[in-house]
C-alpha cells in the first residue's frame, strides 16, 4: 500500500493565490512532515504536525491533519513565484527502538506564475 | 543554523566502478539515513544507522551497498559496482531526538 500520497500531482496557479495540497496515508502515524524541494535540489523540511495536533502555523504555512480521516492539508497562503516547488508530505514508519524512516509521497508540483 | 553537507554534488561513473558518497551530519545527532530519488520518482529509503550499526535497510540496500561512519563527522555510502539503474539523487539526513529529519542537498550519481 501506498503511505503519503499527495494531491493534486500538479497544481498552477497565479501569484499571490493560495495554494492547497494534500496527502492521505494508511497506517497510523505519530506525526506528519511536509517537505519542499526545488527542481533537482536537496529536500528542505517546512513543517511538522503531531497526531495529537489539528492544525499548525509557520509563516505563510498553514498545515492540518485529521487524523480520523487520515489525511494532512499543506496550505501556502499569498503565494509567491520562489514558492515554486515540489512538496512532498512524509510519514514516520517505526519497527520500534531505533528503527525509524520516512515514507514520501510522489508529491505534488507547484507553479506559481507571475 | 546547523546543516547537513554532502560531497561530491554530481558523481559520474563507469557502471561497475566503486562509489563513495561522503555525508556530515550534524553534529549533535544520533541518527543517519541515507535516502534515493530516481529521476521523477518518489524519494525512497535505503538505511538508517544508529548507534554504529545499521537500524534498519530496505529491499534496494543490497550487497552491494554498505554505511560507514568511519570517524566522528562523516558518514558514508559505498556502492561497491555501480549498475546503470543506480543513478540517482541520493540524499543523507541527520536526526536527533526529536527524529525531525535534516537533509543535505543531495548527490547526483549519474553512471555510464
Known amino acids: 500500500s501506498q503511505q503519503g500520497e499527495e494531491d493534486p500531482q500538479a497544481l498552477s496557479i497565479q501569484e499571490g493565490e493560495n495554494a492547497t495540497m494534500n496527502c492521505s496515508y494508511k497506517t497510523s502515524i505519530n506525526n506528519l512532515q511536509w517537505y519542499r524541494q526545488n527542481s533537482g535540489r536537496g529536500l528542505v523540511h517546512l513543517i511538522l504536525i503531531r497526531s495529537n495536533e489539528r492544525e499548525k502555523h509557520s509563516g505563510r504555512l498553514r498545515v492540518t491533519l485529521d487524523t480520523s480521516k487520515k489525511s494532512s492539508s499543506l496550505l501556502i497562503t499569498a503565494s509567491r513565484a520562489a514558492d515554486t516547488a515540489s512538496y512532498f508530505c512524509a510519514t514516520p514508519q517505526t519497527g520500534g527502538g531505533s528503527n525509524y524512516k520516512l515514507t514520501f509521497g510522489k508529491g505534488t508540483l507547484l507553479t506559481v506564475n507571475p | 543554523e546547523p546543516e547537513v553537507t554532502q560531497t561530491p554534488s554530481h558523481q559520474v561513473t563507469q557502471m561497475g566502478q566503486e562509489v563513495i558518497l561522503r555525508c556530515v551530519p550534524i553534529?549533535?545527532?544520533?541518527?543517519f539515513y541515507w535516502y534515493r530519488q530516481i529521476l521523477g520518482q518518489k524519494v525512497e529509503f535505503l538505511v538508517s544507522?544508529?548507534?554504529?550499526?545499521?537500524?534498519?535497510k530496505s529491499e534496494i540496500f543490497d550487497d552491494q551497498f554498505s554505511v560507514e561512519r568511519p570517524d566522528g563527522s562523516n558518514f558514508t555510502l559505498k556502492i561497491r559496482s555501480t549498475k546503470l539503474e543506480d543513478s540517482a539523487m541520493y540524499f543523507c539526513a541527520s536526526s536527533g531526538d526529536t527524529r525531525k529529519e535534516f537533509f543535505g542537498p543531495g548527490t547526483r550519481l549519474t553512471v555510464l
Open positions: 544507522f544508529y548507534n554504529n550499526e545499521i537500524s534498519e
Open positions: 553534529s549533535n545527532h544520533l541518527y
